[in-house]
């Protein structure tokens, strides 16, 4: 069982930067491949970025390439994403997610675990 809260949300203007934090609980976090995803309001949860176990492969969803990117400290069991250059339309609720194996997704339904999610509010 892993548990993950995240954190570093909140409202920044057209531009600017935030960066969200994920931790996990629970042994063998680096046998997780992790990965952010985000659901804006009345629409579906969406990927974002994600990060291989060791922290050697990521991906990134196209609109994020250049201003998102994601990181991992495993002595720390935490997951970042870095967000750069944020535009409004990455307001989102932010969610992390654990996947127990070493390939990289970017689906929902192959993540395992899930945090409750952290408000990026980017203004115009």
């Known amino acids: 069982q892993v548990q993950l809260v995240e954190s570093g949300g909140g409202l920044v203007q057209a531009g600017g930067s935030l960066r969200l934090s994920c931790a996990a609980s629970g042994r063998a976090f680096s046998t997780y491949a992790m990965g952010w995803f985000r659901q804006a309001p009345g629409k579906e949860r969406e990927f974002v970025a994600a990060?291989?176990?060791?922290?050697?492969?990521?991906t990134y969803t196209d609109s994020v390439k250049g201003r998102f990117t994601i990181s991992r400290d495993n002595a720390k069991n935490t997951v970042y994403l870095q967000m750069n250059s944020l535009k409004p339309e990455d307001t989102a609720v932010y969610y992390c997610?654990?996947?127990?194996?070493?390939?990289?997704?970017?689906?929902?339904?192959?993540?395992?675990?899930w945090g409750q999610g952290t408000q990026v509010t980017v203004s115009s």
């Open positions: 997610a654990a996947d127990r194996g070493v390939v990289v997704h970017t689906t929902v339904g192959r993540y395992d675990y």
């Open positions: 990060i291989s176990g060791s922290g050697g492969s990521t």
